[in-house]
């Protein structure tokens, strides 16, 4: 338990996940639907770390990895596709807007860089 959630943090720090989610949560909330939206992206942004969390956890190959290991071979295993999904998170996260409609793709990117098994 206490590897996933070391896992989890570095893929945070790793993708730039927290500044993310705060944009997320900082998302207009003062009608319904704005609010609904914003509640479902920041659950499919957990949803996305979690999976990931998954995905990295699965390439242990011993209990001495720490979870930096185990990140950094998982990103040197990306495949070009999930070398571009990256590009287009770092891209979308640098950006001067981050609104729903971009942070909706920036939270979906996250999927391009789920393990091809």
Known sequence: IALAGQVSQCLAERLGLVPL??????LPRDRRWPSMARATLRDDLAT??????????????????????????WVDAWDLSQQRS???????????RHELAELLVAVRTLRGLRSRR
Request: avoid cysteine.
């Open 21 to 26: 989610r705060e944009l997320v949560t900082g």
């Open 48 to 73: 996305e770390q979690a999976t990931l969390t998954a995905d990295v956890l699965g390439l242990r190959s011993s209990d001495e990895e720490t979870a930096g290991e185990l990140v950094a071979r």
């Open 86 to 96: 990256a590009a287009q998170l770092a891209e979308l996260a640098g950006g001067d």
